[in-house]
């Protein structure tokens, strides 16, 4: 880049024990003097933080990270409209100003990267997935109970079978469990979405299991008559399906009996409950 414009850098540090002296890069800083320009970037996530640091505060975290990101853009304001000394230094000083350099958690790199640009934004973009995020393990998104209802209440709203389910309180000689989706027509109809979209297989079948254990202690002396069903979530990785199929299994085999319906079965489940409902209205 022969003709690009000299800029220096610094990074930010979070040094999360100071008597360690361990830390992670949590944001960058980039002054190119010929232009007056001053950028920053900082981390606004704290999941890689968290696997290294369990304790870490998110709250003081985050209220740290957008003092430093306000502190910089004033700065850089001030460069920008008032016209200040270009010479006043590098990356490294005009951090400084941005945040004095103390005993706190956040420290700046020293001495200061130096190198040529002809934009200033992907340049400072690029330093930051560089020094900040270049080892970030992508955050997967795993579905919740929530999301397994969620389209089974669309339905019933589309079908104006919402109204007729209601909050159920099922109670054992030992426990109880609240179900947020029931009715009545003899016997309680509970309807359970459980998520299996989970990290490993153990996880899977662990959620199976308390959820076989919850339902017998409830069954044990249950003053009425209840019959679950379960709406359930694939995992996302195909190397659970067997997990997957095992957890199924384990459900199957409760005491209570549950009817089990996979998301591919949707349609099947609210209209079993149309049939009954409309045959069948509630009798509390």
Do not use: C
């Amino acid at each position: 880049m022969k003709n690009g414009e000299p800029y220096s850098y610094t990074v930010l540090k979070y040094v999360h024990d100071v008597v360690t002296g361990e830390f992670v890069n949590v944001g960058v800083i980039l002054f190119a003097p010929a232009s007056n320009l001053l950028r920053v970037r900082v981390r606004t996530t704290i999941g890689r933080l968290r696997s290294l640091f369990p304790d870490l505060n998110r709250e003081a975290f985050t209220r740290a990270m957008h003092a430093v990101e306000r502190s910089v853009s004033n700065l850089a304001r001030s460069l920008e409209q008032e016209g200040l000394i270009r010479s006043e230094g590098d990356a490294v000083v005009l951090a400084s100003h941005a945040l004095p350099i103390d005993d706190s958690s956040l420290r700046w790199s020293s001495p200061a990267g130096t190198g040529l640009t002809d934009n200033v934004s992907k340049t400072v973009d690029r330093l930051f997935e560089r020094f900040v995020t270049r080892y970030d393990i992508p955050t997967i998104h795993r579905r919740s109970d929530e999301d397994i209802w969620r389209p089974v209440r669309q339905k019933l709203v589309e079908r104006n079978l919402s109204s007729f389910l209601e909050e159920k309180k099922i109670r054992g000689d030992f426990d109880e469990i609240v179900f947020k989706h029931a009715w009545k027509n003899g016997l309680w109809h509970v309807y359970e979405p459980v998520s299996f979209d989970l990290a490993d297989a153990d996880g899977i079948k662990t959620k199976a299991r308390e959820w076989r254990g919850h339902l017998s202690a409830v069954a044990d002396g249950a003053t009425e008559e209840f019959k679950p069903h379960f709406i359930v979530g694939a995992p996302a990785r195909p190397e659970l399906r067997g997990a997957y199929e095992a957890a199924l299994k384990i459900l199957q085999k409760t005491s209570t009996s549950p009817e089990i319906f996979e998301e591919n079965q949707i349609d099947d489940l609210v209209s079993k409950i149309e049939r009954e409902v409309r045959i069948h209205p509630s009798a509390g």
